[in-house]
């Protein structure tokens, strides 16, 4: 409780999956959240639940992918809540899946257009208010695909890649200002973009097996697994990092 008390912190695709469990936990540790996302009703309904449990929260819609959405309802929340210390570059899609040979410009361009250029606007636009805070904390969602790859998704691959490497760009040249740039990198977590790929490969519960079998610890993780790393991140107990790659991932990428 209350490990980021007196925090605000904005949460980008937070209306599901990891976003919405990264931003119920820091709700429960005293930050008073903004869930911005394109699902409007799923959004406002995370709000509700929140707020019903005497919780601080707020929605927007936004779409990452268009800069001056990014840049209206960062002031915004900045207006609302009175300042911004943490940012979670969560928002992502998985694309198509396709080998490189098929895949069309527009296929292409659709992802990196919310995964790398959605992160790239949400720095650019945040950094004012945590310089105005005296300093904060980014937290932009790569993945194991950022650190290896596998012979499918070739966009969604190259976009978790380039956001490894904006990290650590970011974490050195805003270092001196006291705000930490620091990427998470999950293994296989059971969200709803991981329900759409399995269903996607046919045989569902033959995928399921297959997915738990990557993960040494035996089994997929859970959106609070992230949510935690999250909140670590976020927090003062993390005073110490920047730069750094946090890998939760089952034991995905030791073998
Ligand atoms: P998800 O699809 O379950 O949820 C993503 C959320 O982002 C949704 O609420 C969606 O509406 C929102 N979103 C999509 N496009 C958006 C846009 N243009 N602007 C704003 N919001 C948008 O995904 P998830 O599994 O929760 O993944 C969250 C992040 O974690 C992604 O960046 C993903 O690449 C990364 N990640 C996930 C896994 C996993 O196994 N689930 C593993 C590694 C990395």
Redesign the pocket.
């Known amino acids: 409780m209350n490990r980021l008390k007196g925090k605000v912190a904005v949460i ?9 469990a990264t931003a119920i936990r820091m709700a429960e540790e005293g930050a008073a959240v903004a869930i ?4 409007t009703k ?1 959004a406002n309904d995370l709000v509700d639940e929140l707020l019903a449990r005497d919780l601080q929260a707020c929605s927007w819609v ?4 268009r800069e001056d959405e990014v840049k209206r309802v960062l002031a915004e929340v900045a207006k609302r809540f009175g300042r911004i210390d943490i940012l979670v570059n ?5 694309g198509a899946n396709k080998p490189t040979d098929q895949l069309t410009e527009a296929e292409w361009d659709h992802v990196q257009a ?2 790398v250029k ?1 992160v790239f606007f949400g720095v650019k636009h945040v950094i004012p208010h945590l310089r105005r805070a005296g300093g904060g904390s980014i937290i932009n ?5 950022g650190l290896v790859s596998a012979p499918d998704v070739p966009p ?1 691959h190259a976009s ?1 890649g380039a956001v490894r490497m904006m990290t650590k760009t970011d974490a050195l040249l805003y270092a001196k200002e006291k705000i930490r740039v620091n990427s998470i ?5 059971l ?4 329900e ?1 790929f399995v269903r996607e490969l046919g045989d569902e519960a033959a995928n399921r097996v297959a997915i738990d079998a990557l993960h040494p610890l035996g089994h997929i ?1 859970e ?1 609070d697994d ?1 949510a935690w790393g999250c909140v670590y991140l976020a927090s003062d107990e993390a005073k110490f990092v920047t730069g750094a790659e946090l890998v939760i991932d089952g034991g995905y990428t030791a073998r």
């Open positions: 980008t695709g937070g209306a599901l999956g990891l976003g919405r911005t996302d394109v699902l799923e936004l779409d990452v992918s969560n928002a992502g899609v998985s919310i995964n959605g969602l790569s993945s194991i695909y969604y978790k990198h999950p293994g296989f977590i969200t709803p973009m991981v759409g993780g959106p992230i």
